[in-house]
């Protein structure tokens, strides 16, 4: 089992950048895909990016990709998000999820459906 624990969220002006990052606990983290998912008011929660258990894999979804960025450290137990050229868009409660994978390299889950841990979500606020 893994706890998830997200930060870095905050209200930032449109244009600017934020790094989230979601630390995870126990010994096993480096058996996990992990991903980066997020929800606005009033609508569902949405795919924004995944990484392999090796980090060797990435995908972001298309309404972010070459702003965003998901990386990971396995030594430190902690995915990241990078967050650059932010919109109001961007706006919501972010979250990271985690899934226990024997696939290392390539396994980069996009449906919410596929994980099975979560952490409490941080917002991002997006002023224009």
């Known amino acids: 089992q893994v706890q998830l624990v997200e930060s870095g969220g905050r209200l930032v002006q449109a244009g600017g950048s934020l790094r989230l990052s979601c630390a995870a606990s126990?010994?096993?983290?480096?058996?996990?895909?992990m991903g980066w998912f997020r929800q606005a008011p009033g609508k569902e929660r949405e795919f924004v990016a995944a990484?392999?258990?090796?980090?060797?894999?990435?995908y972001h979804a298309d309404s972010v990709k070459g702003r965003f960025t998901i990386s990971r450290d396995n030594d430190k137990n902690t995915v990241y998000l990078q967050m650059n050229s932010l919109k109001p868009e961007d706006t919501a409660v972010y979250y990271c999820?985690?899934?226990?994978?024997?696939?290392?390299?390539?396994?980069?889950?996009?449906?919410?459906?596929?994980?099975?841990?979560w952490g409490q979500g941080t917002q991002v606020t997006v002023s224009s």
């Open positions: 999820a985690a899934v226990l994978s024997s696939d290392r390299y390539y396994y980069t889950p996009r449906s919410r459906y596929e994980y099975d841990y």
């Open positions: 126990g010994r096993t983290f480096s058996s996990y895909a």
């Open positions: 990484i392999s258990v090796s980090g060797s894999s990435i």
